[in-house]
């Protein structure tokens, strides 16, 4: 029998096969998947949270048992919603972006931030979570001029100025922005991070097979199946309907960037994917799948793999064990790191 296999289609969306019917829209694709094992049921539920469908799944012996961490877990990704969420006025991260410091912060925007600086380092610099001005600026031009025109030069050096994630000072409990104006986006990592503590939530009751998929960020735990595990099938970000690559994926994490995502202007030639050194948006490749130990990790390596050449984007996973990528440019054509390869099912090789 086939593996359970998701299939990531036009923003990133996937369906997660099981043996139940999706109760998602139709852009989700599912193909045929594996029976669950009998001695487990097999649930899934599907609610919209951060801005997507996030459905998830658990297989379990007990069907309340698996219920009750489901609930759970959804309840846990309200409450990081309520933290990390910049465009609601009444969250940690708006009042920091508001003021410039914030003194007792919620330790899990901390921890976030952390890890967002570190794979700034990791990325050299190409992941930034200071580019809020930048964004900003991006968006504000969008909606004055449909067509997409870009900023002047002068209006980038400008922000760029306010653009340094090292300046922001970590300390224990406070979190300081040092440029007046400067402002954070945790959106490349925020989402990842909530999707990994669902599935910390559902391990800890005890739901150790289960996945998790919130708009294309996806976190799978064992398959129900320990000898087969879940399978994603990575879309063609231009020809809908095709996929270059399908990869297994068990106790890891999948993510996917895209300049399709969302677009800003008529013609996307600004898009919400930036550059924090020069200010444009980059458009070497169309998508970059990044698989990683957790979904914070695959979300942000993503988005800063995006940002750079091909060449340097292979050279930058390839320096990172246990991480592996996927780069499909608009016309088609794919570069995969060697840890992506290693992880591909037969029939996509």
Same mark, same amino acid.
């Given at each position: ?10 923003? @990133? ?5 099981? /043996?139940?019917?999706?109760?998602? +829209? =139709?852009? $989700?694709?599912?193909?045929? %998947? &594996? *029976? ?56 940690? @991260? ?5 003021? /410039?410091?914030?003194?007792?912060? +919620? =330790?899990? $925007?901390?921890?976030?931030? %952390? &890890? *967002? ?63 007046? /104006? ?168």
């Amino acid at each position: 029998m086939s593996d359970a296999i998701l299939t990531r289609r036009a923003f @990133l969306r996937l369906g997660a096969l099981t /043996g139940l019917s999706l109760s998602l +829209p =139709p852009l $989700l694709a599912p193909e045929p %998947a &594996q *029976a669950a094992a009998p001695e487990r049921l097999r649930l899934e539920r599907t609610r919209f949270l951060m801005g997507t469908f996030v459905t998830m799944i658990a297989a379990h012996p007990s069907q309340a048992r698996a219920e009750d961490a489901m609930e759970a877990a959804f309840a846990e990704m309200d409450r990081l919603c309520a933290i990390f969420d910049r465009h609601r006025a009444d969250t940690p @991260l708006s009042f920091l972006n508001r003021h /410039g410091a914030l003194r007792d912060a +919620p =330790p899990e $925007l901390s921890a976030v931030l %952390a &890890q *967002a600086l570190r794979m700034r380092e990791a990325t050299s610099g190409a992941f930034d979570p200071s580019v809020l001005p930048l964004v900003a600026l991006l968006q504000s031009r969008a909606q004055r001029a449909p067509e997409g025109a870009a900023p002047s030069l002068a209006e980038i050096r400008e922000v760029l100025e306010l653009v340094d994630a090292g300046a922001v000072e970590l300390t224990s409990g406070s979190i300081r922005l040092g440029r007046q /104006g400067m402002g954070l986006t945790l959106d490349g990592s925020a989402k990842g991070y909530i999707v990994d503590r669902a599935a910390q939530v559902l391990r800890e009751r005890g739901v150790e097979s289960h996945l998790i998929n919130a708009g294309g960020d996806i976190r799978a735990g064992l398959a129900p199946d320990a000898a087969r595990p879940w399978a994603v099938a990575v879309e063609d970000p231009q020809l809908l309907g095709r996929y270059p690559s399908r990869i297994l994926l068990r106790n890891g994490a999948v993510a996917t960037s895209g300049s399709y995502e969302a677009p800003l202007g008529k013609h996307g030639r600004l898009h919400h994917i930036v550059d924090p050194r020069s200010g444009g948006c980059p458009g070497h490749v169309a998508s970059v799948s990044v698989a990683a130990p957790s979904a914070l990790e695959a979300d942000a390596l993503a988005t800063g793999l995006f940002v750079l050449p091909p060449g340097q984007a292979l050279a930058c996973i390839d320096a990172l064990p246990g991480r592996a990528c996927l780069l499909v440019s608009s016309s088609g054509a794919q570069a995969r790191s060697q840890g992506w390869a290693d992880r591909e099912t037969p029939a996509a090789r």
